[in-house]
């Protein structure tokens, strides 16, 4: 058997359901249903675009809008710099064996 990675994901109590039942009905592990499905969907080429959430992008448009017009937070001045913030997220995610 091939080495396996654990994943841990979040799925909706009707996908469970529907998993549960596929499994059972196939006589294979639910773990195996959901790995043959990644296989089918990446393997293919063709990646379906998400949905887009027009009503989530214009809460998280105005949220961002209502924090910019409330300006700075007295006495909280900022004590970092963006190149700190690029340094940080290089050494975090640098996958350059060095």
């Not at 990644?38 to 992008?57: C, F, M, N, V």
């Amino acid at each position: 058997m091939a080495r396996m990675v654990r994943k841990q994901i979040y799925i909706e109590p009707r996908q469970e359901a529907l998993l549960k039942q596929a499994a059972k009905r196939r006589s294979v592990s639910e773990a195996e249903l959901i790995r043959g499905a990644i296989d089918r969907q990446l393997s293919s080429g063709e990646l379906q675009p998400l949905p887009s959430d027009q009503i989530a992008w214009e809460q998280a448009y105005q949220f961002m809008i209502e924090l910019r017009a409330r300006g700075p937070i007295e006495g909280q001045a900022r004590t970092w710099e963006r190149q700190d913030l690029y340094e940080e997220r290089i050494g975090r995610y640098d996958r350059d064996p060095d």
